[in-house]
């Protein structure tokens, strides 16, 4: 039985054409600034993301710690949603490595953060017992809330207020072109008015390995230094710039097929006795769904027996499961999970 693997969106593998890219790349040294495809897939996401610069980051968990080492000084204290990414999966590499406080506020549930709350949340830094607010993160899809947008609208009233306080604001954009395929508004609308933003390019995007963090020239210069002294900096890595000059090319677009695929997804789901998903609540490529203890079991055991079953989904929140549409995953697929689901249910309950 073919395993069908919902785990998340970073398990897709390259395409043949990012293949053939990366054997026929062109290389340097990109210490020196010197490989050709890397500073041209920095050039295009700067320029796709409407911000001055780019820089290749391993992950988008170090493009995030960059980010929070560049605009953070020890013992400032940085502002997100209570469902972030980077307050939950992590390694608390801000608070550990930047040394810099979390200060969390509530997300809705499309994971947007209220600019009235992070207006509150700011400190006054003035009183010697109080730290510095120096960033606001944001999260464009949320990935602990079923993938969420927020809105260029969303985006800026909270770039108002942290602009007004003299913070600077961070997007952790890792699935941004969800986003802006979900809304569809160029991603530059959703990316144009934060001081920094980062997107991966190894998840929905398919390639192998990397993200692009992308800020003004000044921002990027610093970055660039810190990415150093965590051991980023990279050699002829141009041969997986290459797989993101395809991606941009020819794997933003296709988006809204995984969309589709994850409201397809979400409607068998909820026709499943036991787990609980409204449809209409999907937007992007996650759905979360909620399992009833009672009648099913309990959110591990249940991913356990899916396993048995050849399904592969990922734990989220206390009772509830998470499953990612990606490349690999067609309606087909889709409606088999559902299938197997069904069977895995009845078989628990
Ligand atoms: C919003 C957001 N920001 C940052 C990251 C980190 O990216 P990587 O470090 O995995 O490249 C992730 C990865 N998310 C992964 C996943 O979804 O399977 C796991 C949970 O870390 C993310 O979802």
Redesign the pocket.
Same mark, same amino acid.
């Given at each position: 039985m073919a395993v069908i693997d919902l *785990? !998340? %969106?970073?398990v897709t593998h390259p395409t043949d054409e990012m293949r053939r890219a990366m054997a026929e790349a062109e290389v340097g040294d990109d210490v020196f600034g010197e490989d050709p495809s890397i500073n041209a897939l920095q050039e295009r996401a700067a320029e796709l993301l409407g911000q001055e610069a780019g820089l290749l980051t +391993?992950?988008?968990?170090?493009? #995030?710690l960059i980010a929070a080492l560049t605009w953070c000084s020890r013992g400032d204290e940085m502002i997100m949603g209570q469902e +972030? @990414?980077?307050f939950? #999966? /992590?390694s608390a590499g801000s608070s550990a490595l930047a040394g810099a406080q979390i200060r969390l506020v509530p997300n809705d549930d499309n994971g947007r953060i209220a600019a009235g709350d992070v207006a509150a949340a700011i400190r006054d830094a003035s009183n010697i017992h109080v730290p510095a607010s120096t960033l606001v993160c944001l /999260?464009n899809? @949320?990935?602990?809330c079923s993938g969420g947008v927020m809105t260029p609208q969303d985006t800026r009233e909270v770039v108002d207020v942290a602009h007004a306080a003299g913070a600077a604001v961070h997007l %952790?954009? +890792?699935?941004i072109f969800n986003a802006a395929v979900a809304l569809e508004v160029p991603v530059a609308e959703l990316t144009k008015d934060v001081d920094d933003v980062?997107f991966?390019l190894?998840?929905a995007l398919s390639c192998p390995v990397? !993200?692009v963090l992308c800020g003004s020239e000044e921002f990027i210069t610093r970055a660039r230094k810190w990415r150093k002294m965590v051991g980023g900096g990279m050699r002829q890595a141009g041969v997986l710039a290459a797989a993101g000059l395809v991606a941009l090319d020819s794997m933003v677009e296709r988006l809204a097929d995984d969309h589709a695929n994850a409201r397809r997804l979400a409607a068998g789901l909820a026709d499943v006795d036991g787990l609980t998903v409204d449809p209409d609540s999907i937007h992007t490529n996650?759905v979360i769904f909620e399992v009833d203890r009672e009648a099913v079991g309990d959110a591990r055991e249940v991913i356990a027996a899916l396993r048995e079953d050849g399904v592969l989904v990922?734990h989220s929140r206390e009772q509830s499961l *998470?499953m990612?549409t990606h490349r690999h995953i067609s309606s087909a697929d889709v409606d088999e999970a559902v299938a197997r689901v069904n069977g895995t249910v009845r078989r628990l309950a």
């Amino acid at each position: 039985m073919a395993v069908i693997d919902l *785990r !998340s %969106d970073t398990v897709t593998h390259p395409t043949d054409e990012m293949r053939r890219a990366m054997a026929e790349a062109e290389v340097g040294d990109d210490v020196f600034g010197e490989d050709p495809s890397i500073n041209a897939l920095q050039e295009r996401a700067a320029e796709l993301l409407g911000q001055e610069a780019g820089l290749l980051t +391993a992950s988008g968990t170090m493009s #995030n710690l960059i980010a929070a080492l560049t605009w953070c000084s020890r013992g400032d204290e940085m502002i997100m949603g209570q469902e +972030a @990414h980077m307050f939950w #999966n /992590e390694s608390a590499g801000s608070s550990a490595l930047a040394g810099a406080q979390i200060r969390l506020v509530p997300n809705d549930d499309n994971g947007r953060i209220a600019a009235g709350d992070v207006a509150a949340a700011i400190r006054d830094a003035s009183n010697i017992h109080v730290p510095a607010s120096t960033l606001v993160c944001l /999260e464009n899809t @949320h990935n602990r809330c079923s993938g969420g947008v927020m809105t260029p609208q969303d985006t800026r009233e909270v770039v108002d207020v942290a602009h007004a306080a003299g913070a600077a604001v961070h997007l %952790d954009g +890792a699935r941004i072109f969800n986003a802006a395929v979900a809304l569809e508004v160029p991603v530059a609308e959703l990316t144009k008015d934060v001081d920094d933003v980062s997107f991966c390019l190894s998840k929905a995007l398919s390639c192998p390995v990397g !993200s692009v963090l992308c800020g003004s020239e000044e921002f990027i210069t610093r970055a660039r230094k810190w990415r150093k002294m965590v051991g980023g900096g990279m050699r002829q890595a141009g041969v997986l710039a290459a797989a993101g000059l395809v991606a941009l090319d020819s794997m933003v677009e296709r988006l809204a097929d995984d969309h589709a695929n994850a409201r397809r997804l979400a409607a068998g789901l909820a026709d499943v006795d036991g787990l609980t998903v409204d449809p209409d609540s999907i937007h992007t490529n996650i759905v979360i769904f909620e399992v009833d203890r009672e009648a099913v079991g309990d959110a591990r055991e249940v991913i356990a027996a899916l396993r048995e079953d050849g399904v592969l989904v990922s734990h989220s929140r206390e009772q509830s499961l *998470r499953m990612v549409t990606h490349r690999h995953i067609s309606s087909a697929d889709v409606d088999e999970a559902v299938a197997r689901v069904n069977g895995t249910v009845r078989r628990l309950a």
